[in-house]
């Protein structure tokens, strides 16, 4: 503490939980377009929960930072987050998006050329997470996003390690499922999964993780590069 200053009261050194108020105002703090409303508007009549606005600004930050070049998403739903990472990603930089609805993605298609993304930046492949990612280069990837199944969270987590190159980073959207997470009493299928999901990204010596509390929560980590871990 600098010479002279008073010492914090209690008040002062606690931390408050952050009001209604302020989660709406830093949600919308990086406002959506017409674009991407069409693109929830879709989402909506097919019963598809895309991620938060809070959230689709974070990982196109994410993707901006890491100059994203080639990004592997998990779960296309109707594009909202896709063109959220589109938007961050460099120039040239290719998405290849994974969803077991062909329908969901054939609506994602309509969301990427209204926002005037060009169709050969999109690759769009229909089928099982787990089936597909199989089949993806090794140590490619800058950034995957993972907004699947939940209770498959832990093998995502598998696959993009291996497809990650180094310095390269993981998300995974619904982080704190509803409030359910952090609510040691819920122990449904989905819930643990994620939570486990947590536990094991906090603890690798091989990432570096941080758990934002934006949207449902965004569970994010950086793949760290040889010899980091011994720094």
Same mark, same amino acid.
């Given at each position: 503490?600098? /010479?002279?200053?008073? =010492?914090?009261?209690? =008040? =002062?050194?606690?931390?408050?939980?952050?009001? /209604?108020?302020?989660?709406?105002?830093?949600?919308?703090?990086?406002?959506?377009?017409?674009?991407? #409303?069409?693109?929830?508007? $879709?989402?909506?009549?097919?019963?598809?929960? /895309?991620?938060?606005?809070?959230?689709?600004?974070?990982?196109?930050?994410?993707?901006?930072?890491?100059?994203?070049?080639?990004?592997? =998403?998990?779960?296309?739903?109707?594009?909202?987050?896709?063109?959220?990472?589109? $938007?961050?990603?460099?120039?040239?930089?290719?998405?290849?998006?994974?969803?077991?609805?062909?329908?969901?993605?054939?609506?994602? $298609?309509?969301?990427?050329? *209204?926002?005037?993304?060009?169709?050969?930046?999109?690759?769009?492949?229909?089928?099982?997470?787990?089936?597909?990612? /199989?089949?993806?280069?090794?140590?490619?990837?800058?950034?995957?996003?993972?907004?699947?199944? &939940?209770? *498959?969270?832990? #093998?995502?987590?598998? *696959?993009?390690?291996?497809?990650?190159?180094?310095?390269?980073?993981? #998300?995974?959207?619904?982080?704190?499922?509803?409030?359910?997470?952090?609510?040691?009493?819920?122990?449904?299928?989905?819930?643990?999964?994620?939570?486990?999901?947590?536990?094991?990204?906090?603890?690798?010596?091989?990432?570096?993780?941080?758990?934002?509390?934006?949207?449902?929560?965004?569970?994010?980590? &950086? &793949?760290?590069?040889?010899? *980091?871990?011994?720094?």
């Amino acid at each position: 503490m600098p /010479p002279g200053r008073p =010492e914090p009261t209690t =008040e =002062e050194a606690t931390i408050t939980p952050i009001s /209604p108020s302020s989660w709406t105002y830093a949600e919308e703090f990086v406002a959506e377009d017409d674009d991407l #409303a069409a693109a929830r508007a $879709r989402a909506d009549e097919v019963g598809v929960t /895309p991620l938060g606005a809070g959230a689709g600004a974070a990982l196109g930050f994410l993707a901006s930072v890491v100059e994203a070049r080639a990004v592997v =998403e998990i779960g296309t739903g109707t594009g909202v987050s896709g063109v959220w990472l589109l $938007r961050g990603m460099r120039s040239d930089g290719i998405l290849t998006t994974v969803d077991i609805e062909a329908e969901h993605q054939r609506l994602a $298609r309509e969301s990427f050329a *209204e926002a005037d993304v060009p169709h050969q930046r999109v690759r769009t492949i229909a089928g099982a997470a787990l089936d597909v990612l /199989p089949r993806l280069t090794d140590g490619h990837y800058d950034l995957v996003f993972c907004d699947g199944d &939940k209770q *498959e969270y832990a #093998a995502y987590l598998h *696959e993009a390690l291996r497809l990650l190159r180094p310095g390269g980073i993981v #998300a995974f959207d619904n982080a704190l499922w509803h409030d359910r997470v952090a609510d040691p009493a819920r122990r449904d299928e989905e819930t643990v999964a994620i939570r486990s999901l947590g536990q094991e990204v906090a603890e690798r010596d091989d990432l570096v993780a941080v758990l934002l509390p934006v949207g449902d929560g965004l569970l994010v980590a &950086k &793949k760290v590069w040889v010899g *980091e871990q011994d720094d």
